[in-house]
């Protein structure tokens, strides 16, 4: 499809063409009724003539195609002066309104997951800025066209952040396509938006190793002055993915289902730990026994295991040490024997290199039970390789069974932006709030799910979040990565509890009246009154219970996204 400027430019020239020959048509007509003989070129200049107003007229009654024409050529002329000025000081035009842009993305590199996302906010209605080094690379983007701005340079110029607008920003994705060079553009976005006001800046940085944004989930909720940095996996996030929209059925009622992932990169051994977690918490006790395929299997499950000390716990897979595209002959036979005596119920074929992806997919669909075993392949996208597993939607699929998981599609997302662990953390401390409610309380515009929250809403959760870290670190605990399935390792006394409720409550007193609340007899949003704008120890009863159960249900909270909290 044709960009709007070059839609512009084909209107124009359509109607200067319309326009020149009603133009021409009506010179030759009013000079036959003048007895003049004009050449075309004369009548053409006349026409052309109307344009600048230098016609004075003739020395008849004009034509209504010299009257149409002395009236639109003008109009014309100054459109085209302005599509013209448009284009070329374009430039200077974007950099003018990003002056005073408020609330845009701002997007650091435009390769593949960057260009996705700068996409995806751009058509959910939001303004984006993009920052690229490479023009050639912002060249072949191809989305251009649908952002705010897009300036060359390093994500590491501060100048250049300056010049996106980073202090009026609402968030910035680092997605350079190397973790170092992320890691250092985060470093100066922080530094940089030290500045800001009351609403930190959200960063997101993509991180290309899974296992290394595991490491960073707890630095995801240091403070970082006027920025909050979350950390973000591609495989991390692709794998939570597949399971929510096509995975196994996990069923309580079932025994251990026999399960297999073929190709253990970063996506897969992803996987593996996603179905784990899920196990563990359906069927506790029990061990998920998958089939693991990879060239070094056994040596990919070590890794995991040195990562995740929790797996042993929940999952006892059987290792395959094989490569399906140049297996040993005896390594095909134990391969295919394994097949017949216990095939899967599902498969998830998770090679990153599309071409051996649809092979492994292909013999997996020559050598099970056809219908009974929902095969699961990754490829990068619906379209280009992903497209032969059904050409049409219409059509039969090439291979009946063999479902296609667009990699890319489901993860360059906005949730996947938004998603980092201070974001999971304060949609759970809501549910909680939720949960701990009074049913008869109403008229808190709190009291609602988290997806129909305001961002200001939202903003007080993540404020909560930021608190708890703080108030950990008080008690002498550490925030850190869960280590293990089950109750939390640390458990809180009854002086914890009543210190831990007593400091959040603290802290919501402080944020009210910041906001211009005062205590009043009856809560009234309007007027910014509230009964319970009161010290700790004058708070009712039932406001203090409320407080307390929150700060007990505080550790398990945590150990449900993922976190414990850990003496130092």
């Not at 009548?43 to 009654?61: M, R, V």
């Not at 096509?246 to 026999?258: K, R």
């Not at 910014?528 to 307390?548: I, Q, Y």
Request: overall charge negative; aromatic content about 6%; some cysteine.
């Amino acid at each position: 499809m044709l960009n709007d400027t070059r839609k512009r430019w084909f209107v124009l020239a359509f109607l200067w063409v319309v326009i020149v020959v009603i133009g021409i048509t009506g010179f030759v007509k009013q000079g036959s009724a003048d007895g003049v003989n004009r050449a075309f070129l004369d009548n053409l200049y006349l026409t052309f003539q109307l344009g600048t107003l230098d016609y004075d007229g003739s020395s008849g009654p004009m034509n209504w195609q010299v009257q149409l024409a002395r009236f639109v050529v003008p109009l014309l002329a100054a459109g085209t002066i302005l599509q013209t000025a448009s284009v070329v000081f374009r430039e200077e035009f974007r950099r003018y309104r990003l002056r005073y842009q408020k609330g845009h993305t701002i997007i650091c590199g435009l390769g593949e997951t960057g260009a996705r996302l700068a996409t995806a906010f751009s058509e959910a209605g939001g303004h984006v800025v993009a920052i690229e080094p490479d023009p050639a690379v912002a060249a072949g983007s191809g989305v251009a066209e649908q952002l705010d701005h897009v300036l060359s340079g390093s994500g590491t110029d501060e100048e250049l952040l300056r010049t996106a607008g980073i202090e009026r920003a609402g968030r910035v994705v680092v997605c350079t396509g190397d973790d170092a060079a992320n890691v250092q553009v985060t470093q100066v976005v922080a530094r940089v938006s030290t500045a800001r006001s009351r609403t930190p800046l959200r960063c997101s940085v993509q991180l290309g190793s899974a296992s290394l944004a595991l490491l960073l989930r707890s630095a995801d909720l240091e403070s970082h002055g006027g920025t909050r940095i979350s950390y973000f996996n591609l495989h991390e996030r692709a794998a939570r993915a597949l399971l929510a929209q096509q995975g196994p059925p996990m069923a309580v009622a079932w025994p251990a289902p026999h399960l297999m992932v073929v190709g253990l990169g970063q996506f897969g051994t992803s996987l593996v730990l996603a179905l784990s977690q899920q196990w563990a918490d359906v069927q506790p006790g029990v061990k998920l026994n998958p089939t693991l395929v990879d060239p070094a299997a056994r040596q990919k499950w070590e890794a995991l295991r040195l990562l995740h000390p929790a797996l042993d716990q929940v999952c006892e897979p059987t290792l395959v040490d094989l490569d399906l595209q140049a297996p040993e002959p005896d390594e095909v036979d134990g391969f295919l024997a394994l097949l017949a005596e216990d095939p899967p119920a599902w498969v998830a074929v998770a090679d990153a290199d599309e071409t051996t992806a649809l092979a492994n997919a292909g013999f997996l669909h020559q050598h099970l039970p056809r219908g009974r075993v929902a095969i699961v392949v990754r490829m990068q996208s619906e379209s280009g390789l992903g497209g032969l597993l059904q050409p049409h939607p219409d059509s039969a699929p090439t291979l009946p069974g063999v479902s296609l998981f667009p990699f890319l599609d489901r993860t360059c997302t906005i949730e996947t932006v938004d998603g980092g662990v201070r974001e999971q953390l304060a949609e759970s401390v809501h549910e909680d709030y939720l949960a701990h409610l009074d049913p008869a309380t109403s008229g808190s515009s709190l009291a609602r799910p988290w997806a129909e929250l305001s961002d200001a809403d939202r903003e007080q959760s993540r404020k909560r979040v930021d608190g708890i870290v703080a108030d950990l670190d008080a008690l002498g605990l550490d925030l850190v990565p869960l280590r293990r399935w089950g109750a939390p390792e640390v458990t809180l006394t009854d002086e914890q509890v009543d210190h831990l409720a007593a400091r959040d409550h603290q802290r919501w007193f402080d944020d009210r009246t910041a906001a211009g609340w005062t205590r009043g007899e009856v809560r009234d949003d309007l007027t910014k009154r509230n009964p319970l704008l009161v010290g700790w120890d004058e708070l009712p009863d039932d406001a203090k219970a409320f407080n307390l159960a929150t700060a007990r249900d505080l550790l398990p909270m945590l150990a449900r996204n993922g976190f414990e909290a850990a003496e130092r």
